[in-house]
């Protein structure tokens, strides 16, 4: 469903991402995992087309790495992005119905319907700011937004920032669910832990490059991982 191949991202002289290539399938959690700085977000942004990027970008078998970004979305692309960026003024039905503004009335009405029954937390809070809620209860709201398109392939980015402990399992199981839902999913992470938990495959990133890949157990037993991003010396 989503492939890259080569792909290159540079602001200026600076060169965040260097010659990467990944594959995330239909009905796939595939996490990409690495330290604060490592390339993780920029490969989103260029997936997007929110950053201009090198290489081959393919959706669904498409070859996207020149459309706009609108036209990328339109076509079953979706992201949330690190920090939530939802709109704290405004209601949780607002902020969905931003996600609607292409589509009919009654399309709209039955997508904000849908998340209302994947996320019934919003449908508590339907009417609050979404500034004033809390920060797990606006993460669920950006995923929500998100997936407002109908997206084939949904990027989440860094989507357990900040969060408890309790709320990370729970976004855990969301990406789950999603998954059995036929999405691709590509999922940028800081907590290894929870990534190589819920996703299939993995691909470590250092410094732009991916420096290791394959599927999630694998990659979670490996002692360098381990030591590198999950916190522990060795294999246990």
Partial sequence: MLQLDGVGVHY????????????VKSGEVVALVGANGAGKSSTLHAVLGM????????????DISKWAVHHR?????????????????????????LGTVRRTAGVAKEL????????????????????????GEQQMLAIARALMSRPKALMLDEPTLG?????????????????ARGLAILLSEQNAEM???VADRAYVIESGRVVKSGDSKTIKSDPAVRAAYLGFEENT
Avoid: C
Wanted: hydrophobic content about 45%; cysteine-free; glycine content about 8%.
């Fill in 12 to 23: 200026g002289p600076i060169r965040a991402v260097s010659d990467l290539s990944l594959v």
């Fill in 51 to 62: 950053a201009k990027s090198s290489g081959a970008i393919m959706l669904d078998g498409h």
């Fill in 73 to 97: 979305i339109e076509n079953g692309l979706a992201l949330s992005p690190e920090g939530r960026h939802v709109f704290p003024e405004m209601s949780v039905l607002e902020n969905l119905e």
């Fill in 112 to 135: 904000i319907e849908e998340m209302l029954t994947i996320f019934p937390r919003l449908r508590e809070r339907i009417d609050q700011r979404a500034g004033s809620m809390s920060g």
């Fill in 163 to 179: 969060l408890a402990p309790l709320i990370v399992d729970q976004i855990g199981e969301l990406v789950v669910s999603l998954k």
């Fill in 195 to 197: 990534a190589l938990e």
